[in-house]
């Protein structure tokens, strides 16, 4: 993990998703989940140190210090040094689902084919559902994650019932990424054709001060989609927290949606249509079809390594099974 604290004019912590939000029923992880979560990771590092030295703190507690070390590497794409914590936790609780179904993921990300299997094996013979879990969802990514030739046909236009909007980052002045602007413009081209369709869209002030939402609204505005058509998330801070944000607007408004089309870059797509699709499984959402549609020609590019590396575990976050309250304990 980058050794740094972050020192910018953002305030992550009231963006989601944040670090660690199954240890904060844990009074004694109060200070370390701050740090975490302000984006402080020399001086977290340094509190866990200091942490797992405390005999005043239980042994448990401290040892379960390694499982959110572990949970923040994995987030950030670092696989093998979290497999490295995660070893140490497993040396004294062989037998934790949470602990054999990361390693295993991470393993798998690595390539490391062998310790997967191992972890895999392991976690098996402790818990047949999560071993089930693990292999659907690998077997997802596997088959999606390089995929460029997302289409919306003509006939699938006028079948939806929402259009997944996803946010992207705001330039250092204020203005719109040229990114965040084509995904717009399919947006309306897709609400244009069917006008019974409504907008879910998300983003927050993630990377620059400014908020994506209220671009997004006001463009949108600008360009002719009612109001009452727009339902606009601006808590998220990456892509686990877009998909929550979803789920939150239709709860709140009781939004009954079974046809979707999940917009967003092709860069960016298989990553959004993957992890979408199983935020609706995880909140126990029927729905009928997850369409895709991207401002660019499908085919007309390759999906880039740093999409493919975060897409299993955006997937795992989106589909609750990944934090420690997700496999039921903590």
Aim: net charge negative; glycine share 4%; aromatic share 12%.
């Amino acid at each position: 993990m980058n050794n740094y604290n972050y020192d910018g004019p953002l305030r992550p912590n009231t963006l989601i998703p944040l670090y660690g939000n199954s240890y904060d029923v844990l009074k004694e992880f109060s200070e370390i989940l701050k740090l975490a979560n302000d984006w402080q990771y020399k001086s977290m590092s340094a509190k866990l140190i200091e942490f797992r030295k405390d005999n005043m703190i239980s042994q448990y507690t401290r040892d379960i210090s390694l499982m959110l070390e572990a949970e923040i590497l994995l987030s950030s794409g670092y696989f093998s040094e979290a497999l490295i914590i995660m070893d140490q936790f497993l040396a004294k609780y062989p037998e934790d689902i949470q602990a054999l179904f990361l390693s295993a993921c991470a393993s798998y990300k690595i390539e490391n084919f062998e310790a997967f299997d191992q972890f895999a094996y392991q976690l098996k013979l402790n818990s047949q559902f999560y071993h089930e879990e693990l292999m659907r969802i690998l077997i997802l990514v596997r088959d999606n994650q390089t995929r460029n030739d997302f289409y919306l046909s003509e006939d699938n236009v006028h079948s939806i019932d929402a259009v997944i909007l996803y946010g992207n980052r705001m330039e250092e002045d204020g203005s719109m990424s040229r990114a965040l602007e084509m995904r717009l413009n399919e947006a309306k081209r897709i609400l244009k054709k069917n006008t019974k369709a409504l907008l879910l869209a998300s983003g927050g002030a993630a990377v620059t001060p400014f908020s994506e939402a209220d671009a997004m609204k006001e463009w949108l505005n600008k360009n002719g989609i009612e109001k009452e058509r727009v339902f606009m998330d601006e808590d998220a801070k990456d892509t686990v927290g877009n998909n929550f944000g979803y789920q939150k607007l239709m709860n709140e408004y009781n939004l009954d949606l079974r046809n979707f089309c999940v917009v967003s870059s092709l860069s960016h797509l298989p990553r959004v249509w993957m992890s979408f699709t199983e935020s609706m499984i995880s909140f126990k959402r029927p729905y009928d079809n997850i369409y895709a549609s991207s401002p660019e020609p499908a085919g007309s590019i390759e999906i880039p390594a740093d999409e493919i590396d975060y897409g299993l575990f955006t997937v795992l976050k989106s589909g609750k099974l990944f934090e420690r309250k997700d496999f039921g304990n903590i």
